[in-house]
């Protein structure tokens, strides 16, 4: 049975960083893509980034480019989200995801973690 746990949020202060970290467990994941999302209270769940298992290829909403930078460490099965220049409209519950494709679509995920809490005051 696949497990995402995610950790690393809370409370920071405008122009702050964290890193999210999203343990993977339950299956081998080197075929599969590791992706970020948010939602943010009263919106729909977004993507925010993906790669692939392999580090390869990555993917970010345009939104965080240049801010956000995901990455993976195989030998732990986590796969992490540093978020830097972070701004009061970043405020989300973050999940972290996985699929078989690299794509921002969220329904092309197939396993989901519950979420952690970022929220950033200005």
């Known amino acids: 049975q696949v497990q995402l746990v995610e950790s690393g949020g809370g409370l920071v202060q405008a122009g702050g960083s964290l890193r999210l970290s999203c343990a993977a467990s339950g299956r081998t994941f080197s075929n599969y893509r590791m992706g970020w999302f948010r939602q943010a209270p009263g919106k729909e769940r977004e993507f925010v980034a993906a790669i692939t298992w392999s580090g390869g290829s990555t993917l970010y909403a345009d939104s965080v480019k240049g801010r956000f930078t995901i990455s993976r460490d195989v030998a732990k099965i986590t796969f992490y989200l540093q978020m830097n220049s972070l701004k009061p409209e970043d405020t989300a519950v973050y999940y972290c995801?996985?699929?078989?494709?690299?794509?921002?679509?969220?329904?092309?995920?197939?396993?989901w973690g519950r979420g952690t809490q970022v929220t950033v005051s200005s």
């Open positions: 995801a996985v699929g078989s494709q690299l794509t921002a679509v969220v329904d092309r995920y197939d396993y």
